[in-house]
């Protein structure tokens, strides 16, 4: 019973240390970024309240933020999940697109379906497709050992002229940049439609989805023995192999599901947001955010939520900085700098290095042998 | 212990920042319109502009645009405000965003069309201002510009001026708007020099100046001295070749001689964006604004041709004058697609 009791309490403070550094780091963030807009000759908390009204300020802002939120999670857990099994996914960014692209077709091709069976089928589709895609760099890597962060790099060129290709050749509304759009029963419910004080927002039903896709993706991970084979190959795949666990086997089937998540993203986008799909000028972005995002939570799926959720603040109130005259690229600067600040972890390690000094003072006081 | 204690302190101050933050809210967020009701002296309307990706800074649709809020700005005595797009799907919110605080928000580019008449759906009660693309609604003046005719005077240009007898074309991406600067100009390069090679090629972007400088030196291998670009912030790379390798380039939407820095910029074919959006503006602070489309071109003045390095000679400067007379008065119909081009044919004049 004692010794259950200090376990809880050490958890406890694990838990709190694991949330508390973090935050620590915004705010000291805040305070360098201020200094930063402050030298550029404007007023900081001017431009700290616009970026809080924007994103968090009320509920139309808010729901915005939830709309780039969400695709973030997914993305973010997609790294995540493939980083578990030690593999670095840059692909995220390809398994999105692939993901969207597909998806428009799966909710053009499918009509007179009702919404209910028609969505699930449009999100599989897209999520499928993404996991192709992710699960053919792990299927190079398992097969001939090739590195899974060039391949991925090439195969996200691939994905982004593939689907140019396709948006502007197969699937082109005539005389545009984009696809045509996907039948009404492939879009996402939205809340503004019945919930009134989010209206003007676009904020729908993909961040629950995103939810409990994380819900699901920390299940997977850590309750059930496919997540222990892929864990024990990202802490070492020697051992792992000497255990008896299918090397090969459990890296492609990573970089699927990793590919499933991106995959979904895409297509939670296209039927939440976009409803086609756009010729693209460059990578959009949010497959190299999810990488980001993944090392910021931590590679935990839970992270995964909170730090998406710091991104999607600073995506959405980033804009309202803008307002108040605050430079495009000043603004960026400050978004580099918080996510900066957060990721290297400092506070944790000036923290421990201060009390674990003291400690051994203490110790060396009370003649104690370390 | 005690250790914790402070981390925890440290955390409840930080959520009370946060607290702080959210719970001004409402004060603001109420206050969008607070220009309607003063009495006596007609209050000054807000506006300002959403960029597409390109953004500020890209020397050609974006500036121009926002030299013409500028200009009504320092007219009208408000200072326009400017929210620059980093994605696609930001348009919609951005513009939400401006229109909950502008009385006029202004999207610039083709690329607005759906987000715009989503949003001007929203708020029936704002105006807005779209260019290069026609939306239909009561609240949104849209402004198009027939920039094949512009683009056929600096063809013209480009075929009095070309002495390897080949000229090249470096476009955006491949859709009907830009086709119809490709058009102009080939229509105005054959109609002074009927045997000229034209090269085409498209970038398949706006917003890389690397691609742009790849491609006209392609051009230039293959022998074109003059090389016109539609290409957005892909012309820099465009403009900064023929720096380097000596050619001629033409420039778009705005002068664009100052880009150069050994002044090889023959021409620039004007497009007044500039004009567009001030007449936005204008309007709206006459209380003339209504929704309609406008079309301008070179009877209009909205599309023309500038010469900001002076390297069009005087003799060049009278035959484009001959070629703007006779578009004006209707004795040349510019093609403006593809398939005009095929039944266009060219009168030397």
């Known amino acids: ?370 | 212990m005690k250790k914790s204690l402070a981390l925890l302190l440290v955390v409840v101050m930080m959520m009370s920042l946060f607290v702080a933050c959210t719970q001004k809210t409402p004060e603001p967020v109420a206050t969008p319109e607070p220009t309607t009701p003063a009495p006596v002296e007609t209050p000054k309307k807000t506006f300002g502009m959403v960029t597409d990706t390109g953004g500020l800074g890209d020397k050609s649709f974006n500036d121009s645009a926002w030299a013409g809020l500028e200009k009504a700005g320092t007219e009208f005595g408000v200072k326009p405000v400017v929210l620059q797009s980093t994605k696609q799907e930001d348009y919609e919110p951005n513009l939400g965003n401006m229109s909950q605080q502008a009385d006029l928000t202004v999207g610039v580019g083709f690329l607005f069309e759906n987000a715009m008449k989503a949003v001007s759906a929203q708020y029936p009660d704002k105006s807005f201002g779209v260019v290069d693309t026609a939306v239909d609604a009561p609240n949104v003046m849209s402004v198009l510009f027939k920039e094949h005719e512009g683009s056929f005077l600096v063809g013209v240009i480009a075929g009095l001026t070309t002495k390897s007898n080949v000229v090249g074309f470096v476009g955006g991406m491949e859709l009907p708007t830009i086709q119809k600067f490709e058009a102009g100009f080939r229509a105005g390069v054959l109609s002074v020099k009927p045997d000229a090679k034209i090269l085409i090629n498209y970038t398949g972007v706006f917003d890389n100046p690397d691609k742009g400088k790849e491609v006209a030196l392609a051009q230039y291998a293959n022998k074109a001295d003059v090389i016109y670009h539609a290409s957005g912030a892909c012309g820099i790379g465009v403009i900064q070749a023929a720096d380097d390798k000596d050619f001629w380039a033409i420039g778009v939407d705005q002068d664009q001689s100052a880009i150069s820095t050994k002044n090889k910029v023959l021409a620039s074919m004007i497009k007044r964006v500039d004009t567009a959006t001030y007449t936005m503006v204008k309007s709206l602070q006459d209380g003339t604004f209504k929704g309609q489309v406008v079309t301008l071109g070179l009877k209009e003045e909205g599309v023309g041709y500038s010469d900001g390095g002076n390297n069009v000679p005087a003799e060049v400067k009278t035959t484009v004058e001959k070629y703007q007379k006779a578009i004006i008065d209707g004795t040349i119909v510019v093609p403006g697609t593809i398939d005009e081009l095929k039944a266009f044919k060219p009168t030397t004049l």
């Open chain 1, 1 to 370: 019973m004692e010794n259950r009791t200090s376990e809880f309490k050490i958890r406890m403070q694990k838990n709190t240390k694991a949330i508390a550094y973090p935050l620590i780091a915004i705010l000291l963030s805040f305070i360098v970024g201020g200094i930063i807009v402050a030298a550029f000759g404007n007023d900081p908390i001017n431009a700290y309240k616009a970026m809080f009204k924007g994103s968090l300020g009320s509920w139309s802002n808010f729901g915005e933020t939830l709309v780039s939120v969400t695709p973030l999670i997914l993305t973010g857990l997609a790294v995540a999940f493939a980083f578990r099994c030690g593999l670095f996914n840059i692909g995220a960014e390809g398994q999105f697109i692939i993901g969207a692209i597909s998806s428009v077709w799966a909710g053009w091709a499918f009509t007179g379906l009702p919404a209910i069976i028609h969505i699930p089928i449009v999100l599989l589709v897209g999520a499928f497709a993404g996991g192709i895609w992710g699960g053919i760099v792990g299927w190079l890597k398992a097969k001939f050992g090739s590195h899974e962060v060039i391949n991925s790099i090439m195969m996200n060129y691939i994905a982004m002229y593939l689907s140019n290709f396709i948006v502007m050749n197969l699937m082109n509304e005539p005389d545009k940049a984009f696809s045509f759009a996907i039948a009404d029963t492939a879009k996402l419910y939205r809340f503004a439609e019945s919930i009134t004080i989010f209206k003007g927002s676009r904020v729908h039903i993909g961040i629950v989805i995103a939810l409990i896709v994380a819900v699901f993706a920390y299940y997977l991970l850590n309750k059930t023995v496919r997540g222990y084979e892929v864990r024990a190959v990202g802490f070492n795949p020697h051992a792992a192999e000497y255990g008896g666990i299918n090397v090969p086997h459990n890296v492609v089937f990573a970089m699927f599901v990793s590919g499933m998540f991106a995959g979904l993203a895409g297509a939670i986008m296209v039927t939440g947001v976009q409803f086609r799909a756009n010729n693209l000028f460059g990578f959009t972005g949010y497959g190299f955010d999810g990488i980001a995002v993944a090392l910021v939570g931590n590679n935990h799926p839970i992270g995964v939520i909170l730090s998406a959720f710091l991104f999607g603040v600073l995506q959405k109130g980033g804009p309202m900085m803008q307002l108040q005259g605050v430079p495009k690229e000043v603004v960026g600067i400050i978004q580099g700098i918080i996510i900066l600040f957060v990721a290297v972890n400092f506070v944790k390690v000036l923290i421990e290095n201060y009390t674990e000094k003291k400690n051994s003072k203490k110790s060396i006081a009370k003649g104690e042998v370390k």
